[in-house]
């Protein structure tokens, strides 16, 4: 990690969602207080250090006598907990032992407390009694709150943030993303997560920069710094020196400026130079986000992620709350398609009222159709949302996650079944919805055939069939630099679904974050993908690469791309090839 003179820090980290922002860091996460560092404290030092965890103890204190205070009667025995906590602050075995620990070993607060936690932790533990051997976890508890007073690191509720501020946390689950208001955020950086984390779909939709997988961005970041975050270049500066900070404002303008210049003519169809139409469509996880898709030039939603309105809330939507927002939906985008996936829960975007045992592996659990089809109460409740909402306007159905014949006959048969309901009770709605798949597990590209003969389209899941696929889980920052699109084995892949589809008359569109990315355009194009699906922002930058190239002259490229044995390989071809093309079209150059 470079180090200037200046104190001026770079974090490397994945660019998440492009764009530059620079302003103070907020810093949400407890698990912030999971790595703290050790450093020596000196002489005249140590009484200051030892008055430091005293008044972050007070403190904790405060905070809970607080929390206890407002704490209704009816849950009195979360109270009781609490009153543990406060006794266990000034524990003998924890208060004294962690001063006794900065005094003879003259080490910061932070250190001493995690020694002599883990020292209480290990006692406990070894306990054959069951209830003090649970005394562990108040102890974590209660030091979580020590440290998180020590480091600054505030525990928020997440929707009370009030100000402009970068969020920097540990990670963000899609539940936690869904709560914040986001109009007050201007930046996200967080540890975990990588390009097609779901923390980073939603800052590129949002046009929110982004940089995930810093690995210790909440170690290194305190609260209120002001900091600067290059999504574009996966970078955040920290201590940036006055020429730095001018430097990345230019920039900053820049930046705003170009894509002001390339969302002027978003609104021209996406028509290669020899004439082939490509529908170029937004993907949206909110009703609210309709708005965005149309002011960036899409031609239609390609992806409507239903599960984030069932996310951040107490418990399942009722049909008509999903209907009213559906039909917005439908609505406001007539006569244009609105693809509805039927609800993708669970893997990394599980639902806390959903009762349901934790799973080891939740990408590979009872997520999408897997759970939908074995709670047919809740499919049915949605099914019926979605087809009255297609009354008003042009609906499609995508079911997610589907591996089998089997599932794709289940949940057709639930769709004749709700249905057939609404028929019955003479409600107003339209069975006449075209059904497609989702294509992101391997074995639905292996049956490509069987599937296209049941189906009335694909879409491509690059995100999931990559993470599939691969075996590389898509919010693994480790694993993030392997999370490639061009790899030669998932170029095959989607040569296989679009030839499969195109002998059966069917289409197919993408709808993953490949679709997103303008240099893979050439590659697009040539395998011969009906309409792409992305993210709002992202739609006039592809839109423009679509225009400036034939269709017929990507395919003798994609049989070159295809012999590649490496993703390095092809993306280096598509770099000669097409570097000048990109060049031009976006970064404004030559
Ligand atoms: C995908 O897997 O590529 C996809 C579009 O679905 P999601 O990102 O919601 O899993
Ligand atoms: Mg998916």
């Known amino acids: 990690m470079p180090e200037t003179e200046s104190n001026e820090i770079i974090l490397r980290g994945i660019g998440g969602s492009p764009g530059i922002c620079i302003g103070k860091a907020y810093l949400v996460d407890r698990e912030g207080v999971d790595v703290v560092q050790r450093y020596t404290v000196a002489g005249k030092n140590l009484p200051k250090e030892k008055k430091r965890f005293k008044a972050a103890v007070q403190k904790a204190k405060e905070e809970l006598h607080d929390i206890i205070k407002s704490t209704p009667e009816e849950f009195r025995q979360h109270a009781d907990i609490l009153e543990t906590h406060v006794v266990l602050l000034k524990d003998k075995m924890l208060y004294a032992r962690a001063i006794e620990i900065i005094e003879n070993e003259k080490i910061n607060a932070e250190w001493a407390l995690k020694k002599a936690v883990s020292g209480l932790k290990r006692i406990f533990r070894d306990m054959t009694d069951p209830y003090l051997r649970q005394r562990a976890e108040d102890i974590v508890h209660v030091s979580d709150r020590i440290l998180r007073n020590l480091v600054g690191a505030r525990q928020v509720d997440i929707r009370s943030i009030n100000k402009r501020v970068i969020l920097v946390a540990h990670d963000l689950s899609p539940a936690e993303t869904s709560q914040i208001q986001l109009e007050r955020i201007m ?52 201590h940036p020196t006055e020429e730095t900070l001018v430097e990345y404002q230019e920039r900053q303008v820049q930046f705003e400026a170009f894509r002001q210049i390339i969302s002027r003519d978003s609104h021209l169809p996406a028509k290669t130079q020899d004439g082939i139409q490509i529908d170029v469509m937004g993907n949206i996880e909110l009703p609210e986000e309709v708005v965005s898709v149309l002011d960036h030039g899409g031609e239609g939603i390609g992806l409507y992620r239903t599960e984030f309105g069932y996310l951040s809330r107490s418990q399942f939507p009722i049909e008509e709350e999903l209907f009213d927002k559906y039909k917005d939906v439908v609505e406001v985008m007539a006569p244009r398609p609105v693809t509805i996936r039927t609800l993708d829960i669970n ?39 979605i087809l009255r909402a297609a009354a008003y306007g042009h609906v499609r159905i995508l079911l997610p996650m589907i591996s089998g014949v089997d599932e794709l006959r289940e949940a057709r048969r639930n769709i004749a079944e709700a249905a057939a309901g609404l028929e019955k009770e003479g409600a107003v709605h339209n069975a006449q919805v075209a059904v497609g798949i989702m294509i992101e597990v391997p074995s639905a590209v292996v049956l490509a055939d069987y599937l296209a003969e049941e189906a009335d389209f694909f879409s491509i899941g690059t995100n999931d069939l990559i993470q599939y696929s691969l075996a590389i889980d898509r919010g693994n920052q480790e694993v993030a630099h392997l999370f490639n699109p061009l790899h030669p084995a998932l170029l095959r892949m989607i040569r296989q679904v679009t030839e499969t ?90």
């Open 347 to 385: 893997g990394d975007k599980a639902l806390n009222y959903a009762a349901q045992r934790p799973e080891e592996n939740p990408a590979l659990g009872l997520r999408a159709i897997r759970y939908c089809l074995k709670r047919q109460d809740i499919f049915q409740t949605q099914l019926r949302a």
């Open 187 to 238: 930046g996200f950086v967080t540890d975990r997560g990588g390009k097609a984390s779901h923390t980073s779909i939603i800052a590129r939709t949002l046009e929110i920069p982004a940089v995930l997988g810093v690995g210790d961005a909440t170690r290194r970041i305190r609260n209120d710094e002001i900091i600067i975050v290059d999504g574009s270049e996966g970078s955040v500066v920290l």
């Open 501 to 590: 589809a195109r002998a059966h008359g069917i289409e197919t569109y993408m709808c993953g974050e490949m679709a997103a990315d303008p240099v893979h355009v050439p590659i697009l194009l040539a395998l011969g993908l009906d309409e792409l699906s992305m993210n709002p922002q992202s739609i006039p930058a592809v839109k423009r690469v679509i225009r400036s190239l034939s269709a017929e002259k990507c395919k003798p490229f994609l049989e070159l791309a295809l012999q590649q044995r490496t993703a390095q390989d092809v993306m280096n071809l598509l770099r000669r090839t097409y570097g000048e093309i990109f060049a031009q079209n976006l970064y404004g150059q030559g």
